[in-house]
């Protein structure tokens, strides 16, 4: 396992991080044991999902991946609910289980839902949810995999090498070989990663970079949630999101950024000054790891009232917080890690307090944003209509946002506790007001803007047919 991956691994055994992809389809003639029957065929075919954690005994190395067999209980067909409001409780429940790697890296959840499902009327849906382990797979990577369970069978079958059978002895003997040349290639990798750091400073302090994003006070969405979670899923046209020079992404952020400070402000909130967001951004070169992505935080602009300037903002802050983090430093910093030996990396996690509380903070809402592809998933024979995601909640960020598109669909998936948004419904409609309010400022439009580089992979943006 790499070392960011590792690192994943060992922190999600203190903190929840498994990502939750939400698929509904249209209703077919097939059963949900059916479908799980003919998914965990498919499954079988898929690689990744073969793969389960083991670790080295002594925590000597880093943790291996190695082969699973996949079994029925690979996929749970959910007692059937008869509304969609009865799947929104499903749902934030099933957000507060976890996985153990060790056993499996992933699950998929099936739900019948009677009516009400968003772009199927009053006609039944079946609603897939694909749990996966963060160290599995980053947004892209788990997108592909939903993809190949409900893509073609060319998606299924691109195979990968199969992991050799898993000899703890030997991945002990692997581990102490390794280490002298690890210490040595770190000894290494330390001088530029300390000489590229020194750089960042004086680019930054010259003004030649964007400087680091400034801490804010914490607000009422960083609160501590509770043990339950709550979830809504706004589900919209991508073209009432985009704009000239306007992405999805960004379209979204803005519509959160009208709908958040409206919700503080009906919840006797003062307004805040300064507003920001967490956003996941890819890294830029070659991947070394399955998680191959940053976080970053992008000013809001809650002071600008003209929603096209608004949007505008936002792209600039996102595009110059890109602009820091792709620096030397930053890649030098990810050659370094890769030198350091497991123990060490494992102790550091250890050390880590991930119950404290900070006095500032970087965000006050969180942003992923995936694009995953074009519409022509089905289950059952029933065609996919729309795709949702929920990152997970921390003890300062209760309140996150999921902007997920397949085909022409987006979706803004909001999750967060009753003890920090304590009026969800409120802001599903004041964020569908949002958006009804960002599309009209940026116009009706013709085409779709180029792609934008700064999420893990902007919400589709291919050409228009006219």
């Given at each position: 396992m790499?070392?960011?991956?590792?690192?994943?691994?060992?922190?999600?055994?203190?903190?929840?991080?498994?990502?939750?992809?939400?698929?509904?389809?249209?209703?077919?003639a097939?059963?949900?044991?059916?479908?799980?029957?003919?998914l965990?065929?498919?499954?079988?075919?898929?690689?990744?999902?073969?793969?389960?954690?083991?670790?080295?005994?002594?925590?000597?190395?880093?943790?291996?991946?190695?082969?699973?067999?996949?079994?029925?209980?690979?996929?749970?067909?959910?007692?059937?609910?008869?509304?969609?409001?009865?799947c929104?409780?499903?749902?934030?429940?099933?957000?507060?289980?976890?996985?153990?790697?060790?056993?499996?890296?992933?699950?998929?959840?099936?739900?019948?839902?009677?009516?009400?499902?968003?772009?199927?009327?009053?006609?039944?849906a079946?609603?897939?949810v694909?749990?996966?382990?963060?160290?599995?797979?980053?947004?892209?990577?788990?997108?592909?995999?939903?993809?190949?369970?409900f893509?073609?069978?060319?998606?299924?079958?691109?195979r990968s090498?199969?992991?050799?059978?898993?000899r703890?002895?030997?991945?002990?003997?692997?581990?102490?070989?390794?280490?002298?040349?690890?210490?040595?290639?770190?000894?290494?990798?330390?001088?530029?990663?300390?000489?590229?750091?020194?750089?960042?400073?004086?680019?930054?302090?010259?003004?030649?970079?964007?400087?680091?994003?400034?801490?804010?006070?914490?607000?009422?969405?960083?609160?501590?949630?509770?043990?339950?979670?709550?979830?809504?899923?706004?589900?919209?046209?991508?073209?009432?999101?985009?704009g000239?020079?306007?992405?999805?992404?960004?379209?979204?952020?803005t519509?959160?950024?009208?709908?958040?400070?409206?919700?503080?402000e009906?919840?006797?909130?003062?307004?805040?000054?300064?507003?920001?967001?967490?956003?996941?951004?890819?890294?830029?070169?070659?991947?070394?790891?399955?998680?191959?992505?940053?976080?970053?935080?992008?000013?809001?602009?809650?002071?600008?009232?003209?929603?096209?300037?608004?949007?505008?903002?936002?792209?600039?802050?996102?595009?110059?917080?890109?602009?820091?983090?792709?620096?030397?430093?930053?890649?030098a910093?990810?050659?370094?890690?890769?030198?350091?030996?497991?123990?060490?990396?494992?102790?550091?996690?250890?050390?880590?307090?991930?119950?404290?509380?900070?006095?500032?903070?970087?965000?006050?809402?969180?942003?992923s944003?995936?694009?995953?592809?074009?519409?022509?998933?089905?289950l059952?024979?029933?065609?996919?209509?729309?795709?949702?995601?929920?990152?997970a909640?921390s003890?300062?960020?209760?309140?996150?946002?999921?902007?997920?598109?397949?085909?022409?669909?987006?979706?803004?998936?909001?999750?967060?506790?009753?003890?920090?948004?304590?009026?969800?419904?409120?802001?599903?409609?004041?964020?569908?007001?949002?958006?009804d309010?960002?599309?009209?400022?940026?116009?009706?439009?013709?085409?779709?803007?180029?792609?934008?580089?700064?999420?893990?992979?902007?919400?589709?943006?291919?050409?228009?047919?006219?």
């Amino acid at each position: 396992m790499s070392p960011p991956d590792a690192q994943t691994y060992w922190i999600s055994t203190k903190i929840h991080s498994d990502q939750f992809l939400l698929y509904c389809f249209e209703d077919s003639a097939d059963s949900t044991a059916e479908m799980s029957r003919s998914l965990i065929a498919r499954a079988a075919l898929v690689a990744d999902l073969r793969l389960k954690v083991r670790d080295v005994p002594f925590h000597a190395d880093y943790p291996y991946w190695v082969p699973m067999d996949i079994g029925a209980d690979h996929v749970v067909a959910h007692e059937p609910l008869e509304s969609w409001p009865d799947c929104l409780l499903a749902v934030g429940e099933l957000l507060t289980e976890r996985l153990d790697s060790r056993e499996s890296p992933w699950r998929l959840h099936l739900f019948a839902v009677g009516r009400g499902a968003p772009r199927c009327g009053d006609a039944p849906a079946v609603v897939a949810v694909l749990q996966v382990a963060h160290a599995l797979a980053d947004g892209r990577g788990a997108s592909a995999l939903a993809r190949a369970l409900f893509g073609g069978q060319a998606a299924a079958a691109r195979r990968s090498p199969r992991p050799a059978p898993w000899r703890p002895v030997s991945a002990l003997a692997l581990a102490a070989a390794r280490l002298p040349a690890q210490l040595a290639s770190l000894a290494v990798a330390a001088v530029p990663a300390h000489r590229t750091h020194r750089e960042l400073e004086r680019d930054t302090a010259a003004g030649v970079l964007p400087p680091q994003p400034p801490s804010l006070p914490k607000g009422p969405t960083n609160a501590r949630p509770d043990e339950h979670r709550s979830v809504r899923m706004v589900v919209r046209d991508a073209a009432e999101l985009r704009g000239p020079g306007v992405t999805v992404t960004v379209g979204a952020m803005t519509a959160i950024s009208l709908a958040l400070t409206r919700y503080l402000e009906a919840q006797g909130n003062e307004l805040p000054a300064n507003l920001a967001a967490e956003v996941t951004v890819a890294k830029s070169g070659q991947a070394h790891a399955r998680n191959h992505f940053r976080n970053v935080a992008v000013d809001l602009h809650p002071d600008l009232a003209d929603l096209r300037e608004r949007a505008e903002a936002i792209a600039a802050s996102m595009a110059s917080r890109r602009v820091r983090g792709e620096h030397s430093a930053a890649a030098a910093a990810d050659r370094a890690l890769r030198s350091v030996p497991g123990p060490l990396v494992r102790w550091g996690v250890e050390q880590f307090d991930f119950g404290a509380i900070p006095d500032t903070v970087t965000g006050n809402t969180v942003v992923s944003s995936v694009d995953r592809g074009p519409a022509d998933l089905s289950l059952g024979g029933g065609r996919v209509r729309f795709t949702a995601g929920f990152p997970a909640l921390s003890q300062f960020m209760g309140l996150t946002h999921g902007v997920h598109g397949i085909g022409d669909t987006v979706t803004i998936g909001v999750t967060t506790s009753p003890s920090v948004l304590a009026d969800i419904d409120a802001y599903e409609a004041m964020l569908h007001e949002a958006i009804d309010e960002v599309g009209a400022a940026l116009g009706p439009i013709g085409w779709r803007g180029a792609p934008s580089p700064d999420t893990l992979h902007s919400v589709s943006e291919a050409p228009a047919e006219q």
